[in-house]
């Protein structure tokens, strides 16, 4: 699978960066959240039990002039005015103190109140005087008055109520001190949140960068360095990976340089052993060439020798008779025609009786020569047998052949053949081949002619009738 790589506004530094950071900023507000709520509640609870606390104190010191300080305690309503007046001053976390007063009738009146506006929490309830002390919250916690506590008492047969109203810093002074240090704790939380995912997103960066370093140098081929990575976590579980698959794939280019190495060996030994069988062929091929030269020289020889005379080296009377076949057939074809001349040797018995058989071959082949410088290039000459011999001259008429055959006879008759051999004269006989009769018909009528010649006296040529 390949894997396109295209250009992107963050690293994967920065992701990092941006994801613990914004981890950490959230894990920070729900846990600063919840403390806070947690503190404020506190607070209130603790400013509460304080002001309940001073209620209650303030019930007792009213609850009769029997009491321990009954001697301190007003026994009119002006000089219980004054009273409350003091309690407030000397006390600087009340706002306000009210005594209220349950009639016989049931009526409920304010008795004395001591403060800085007008009674805060008019009583208009009689089960208000049930609870012997109570303490309660407005929804309004931060502004003045609306924190107050409550305490009952019973004085000159009469039940009464005290209502005390907490100065507004009793709450808020410690609520802002609360918001100051959760705002500090909280910038607190956001720099080292900063600093936290700076470093994991170095950390990182510097993780990828080996692992990424440390592919390239795989990809170049170099397997002998080790990623060192500590701990437990994925990176280093990668890098163990990584240096898994290097440590694999440096065993498998071994395994395949090995491989390489046997098959280029393989391959030079086939070439060696096909390069000798080659030569080897070669050879023997050389052996067969030379051996069918030297069969084909032996058959043309045998061929040779087989349509050949041995002592004159004219054709013999088998390869004329082929050499005739062929003839026949080509002028066949062609509209053509040919003569045979049949020449014989006269009186040749003389001539081995006088000289001898050695001296008869010479004038033999002496004659053969002659009829053979006498030959055209499409002409043929052969021994026909003893002393006579035969000549097949294509495209020549009766006369022509004739005047031919004479040349001949005169070049024989005009001087010796040989320096101290005897002189001959032939005789001639000749036919005409025009393919209406066959070739022994042609030849019987050359053979005719030349008996004729013979009668007549030799040395002459006639013409076959």
């Known amino acids: 699978m390949a894997i396109t790589q295209q250009k992107s ?10 994801s613990h950071l914004l981890i950490a900023l959230l894990v920070a507000t729900l846990v600063g959240a919840y403390f806070y709520r947690a503190a404020q509640l506190a607070v209130f609870t603790g400013a509460r039990d304080t002001l309940s606390q001073i209620a209650r104190s303030t019930a007792d010191r009213l609850h009769s002039p029997d009491s321990t300080n009954a001697q301190d305690l007003p026994a009119d309503q002006g000089a219980l005015q004054l009273w409350l007046d003091a309690q407030r001053q000397r006390d600087s976390r009340i706002a306000g103190i009210q005594i209220y007063a349950r009639q016989g009738d049931g009526s409920i009146v304010s008795v004395a109140y001591s403060g800085n506006g007008k009674a805060a929490h008019p009583v208009t309830t009689p089960g208000f005087f049930d609870a012997p002390s109570a303490s309660s919250l407005s929804s309004g916690w931060f502004t003045p008055g609306t924190l107050y506590a409550t305490s009952t008492f019973a004085r000159n047969e009469r039940t009464m109520v005290v209502v005390v109203d907490a ?7 410690p609520l802002n001190e609360l918001r100051r240090n959760a705002g500090l704790a909280f910038v607190l939380s956001v720099l080292l949140a900063l600093i936290m995912s700076q470093w994991l997103a170095r950390n990182a960066r510097s993780l990828i960068g080996r692992l990424v370093e440390y592919c390239r140098q795989i990809a170049d081929g170099h397997f002998e360095k080790r990623l060192e990575l500590r701990g437990d976590d994925e990176f280093v579980r990668l890098g163990m990976a990584f240096d898994d698959m290097a440590t694999r794939l440096k065993r498998s280019l071994q395994e395949r340089d090995q491989m390489v190495a046997q098959l280029r060996g393989a391959r030079d030994q086939l070439e060696q052993n096909v390069k000798d069988r080659t030569q080897e062929l070669d050879r023997i091929n050389n052996l067969l ?15 040779e020798a087989a349509g050949t005379d041995h002592l004159t080296k004219l054709l013999n009377r088998r390869g004329m008779l082929e050499l005739v076949d062929h003839m026949v057939e080509r002028l066949r074809r062609q509209a053509r025609f040919f003569c045979l001349v049949v020449i014989d040797i006269d009186h040749f018995k003389r001539v081995n009786d006088q000289y001898g058989h050695d001296m008869g071959d010479k004038v033999l082949a002496a004659v053969a020569s002659l009829l053979k410088s006498e030959l055209k290039s499409d002409e043929a000459a052969a021994r026909w047998g003893g002393e006579e011999f035969l000549l097949l001259w294509p495209d020549i008429g009766l006369t022509a052949a004739e005047h031919r055959t004479n040349r001949i006879r005169e070049l024989l008759a005009s001087k010796p053949l040989l320096p101290d051999g005897p002189s001959v004269s032939i005789s001639a006989g000749i036919s005409e081949y025009t393919g209406l009769e066959s070739i022994n018909q042609c030849l019987t009528k050359a053979d005719k002619a030349l008996y004729r010649a013979k009668e007549e006296g030799r040395n002459r040529v006639l013409v076959s009738l």
């Open 9 to 18: 506004g963050q690293s994967i530094a920065r992701r990092l960066f941006y």
């Open 167 to 173: 100065v507004p810093d009793l709450v808020d002074q």
């Open 289 to 303: 060439r030379i051996e069918a030269e030297q069969r084909s020289r032996v058959e043309a020889a045998l061929a």
